[in-house]
């Protein structure tokens, strides 16, 4: 939420009296600011004393954008999205960020508007959850409220400690960060849009010389993840039973039988229409990727990372996952595996390693593509920015989050 706007003539608003020391320190980093521009006269001789607020530092189509506009695009923001203003090229990227928004925006709705691109609005509440961190399950839980018709508090509501009027402030709140949220994402589907279009007329293309430029950038970061294909005698559920059960398989291979052997006894059982009471053995045939950002497979991979083909693995816990497959035409579905305790025998492995620029060229290609059709926009909208007309906060020993910190 603003918490005060500095106007070209002077006049000054505080709308919260909670911020008003970070209202004292912008007052007083706008005059420094300001000093310089305060003793340049006007070109007619007149003795007028320039705003600095009014200096350009960009443009797009016909539009100028100042200091001033700036100033006040970081004073609208909430605190949280507030970035850290250091130097000129903190203030410069703020201001790229913000040129890129005109662009993206109006032409987000544009293609919205003509079916060309859609984004569902719950999907992008969704986003807004995600982004609120630690929130999210709060806001999720506000958000599936209703105002009690007769204006009693729920216990939910005591929870949140929430009245009538606090849902549905919150769930105005929230439509209104989901409308921000829909802007953004249609404006990066656009130019997803745009330039898949471009790429497939020839209007847009990416050099050799670029990709591999690109991909020694990002050599260390391109990695193929460790892989492994497993056979299994799985026991759905995360149950004590499931596990109990999964651990007598163990005993039994400790004991001298072989897998293959206790493999195929619970395959012949699975052929028989018997009904046996208890949790029930399947045997599965899977793979699976050690994917760092999945962190409920931790714990599998902690267990099963760098085992050799051969190697027997369990009692080990895999959550849910999703296993793609191919139907008797060649088609590919999608299918959904329970929890389970597993024991396993791996079949294949992959260690993680660099992926060459070949194998590269699928995860390099849409960045690079989308940042050459942003560029594209760029030149047809004219868009121009004056480096040397941005502010240097560290001439002032401080920055624009506290511009007093190392005064």
Excluded at 146 to 172: D, R
Excluded at 177 to 185: A, F, G, S, V
Excluded at 324 to 348: C, F, H, I, Y
Aim: glycine content about 8%; proline content about 5%; aromatic content about 6%.
């Amino acid at each position: 939420m603003p918490f005060f706007v500095v106007h070209a003539h002077g006049t000054i608003h505080a709308d919260d009296f909670n911020k008003g020391l970070y209202f004292m320190k912008w007052l007083y980093f706008l005059g420094l600011l300001g000093l310089a521009g305060m003793i340049t006269m006007t070109g007619s001789g007149c003795g007028q004393i320039a705003d600095p607020d009014n200096i350009k530092i960009a443009k797009v189509d016909d539009t100028y954008i100042t200091r001033g506009d700036l100033f006040r695009l970081l004073n609208d923001m909430d605190d949280a999205d507030r970035p850290k203003i250091n130097n000129r090229a903190d203030l410069l990227r703020v201001l790229n960020q913000h040129i890129d928004s005109k662009i993206k925006t109006p032409l987000g709705q544009q293609l919205a508007q003509e079916g060309k691109i859609r984004i569902p609005r719950d999907a992008a509440r969704e986003q807004y959850f995600k982004e609120c961190g630690d929130d999210q399950e709060q806001m999720r839980a506000i958000w599936g409220m209703e105002p009690p018709a007769g204006g009693e508090i729920t216990p939910l509501m005591k929870v949140y400690n929430l009245t009538p009027q606090g849902i549905v402030a919150m769930k105005n709140i929230i439509e209104q960060k989901t409308d921000k949220i829909l802007e953004r994402l249609q404006g990066d589907q656009a130019v997803q849009y745009l330039a898949v279009h471009d790429l497939q007329t020839n209007k847009l293309t990416i050099d050799q010389a670029e990709l591999e430029r690109e991909y020694k950038l990002r050599k260390a970061s391109l990695k193929k993840l460790e892989w492994m294909r497993f056979q299994a005698v799985q026991y759905p559920g995360g149950s004590e039973d499931a596990l109990a059960q999964a651990a007598k398989i163990r005993e039994r291979l400790n004991a001298g039988e072989t897998f293959e052997g206790i493999v195929a006894e619970i395959q012949s059982l699975q052929a028989t229409s018997i009904v046996r009471p208890g949790v029930t053995a399947n045997v599965i045939e899977s793979e699976i990727e050690n994917n760092p950002d999945l962190q409920k497979f931790k714990g599998f991979w902690a267990v099963a990372s760098g085992a050799e083909p051969g190697t027997i693995i369990g009692p080990v816990y895999l959550p849910q996952y999703q296993q793609m497959s191919q139907d008797a035409q060649g088609r590919t579905q999608v299918m959904n595996m329970p929890e389970a305790w597993l024991v396993l025998k791996v079949l294949d492995n992959r260690p993680e390693s660099e992926m060459s620029l070949d194998e590269a060229k699928m995860t390099i290609m849409p960045s690079l593509v989308v940042a050459q059709e942003m560029k594209n926009l760029r030149e047809q909208h004219g868009v121009e920015i004056y480096e040397d007309k941005l502010p240097d906060p560290r001439q002032l020993g401080g920055d624009l989050e506290d511009p007093f910190k190392d005064l």
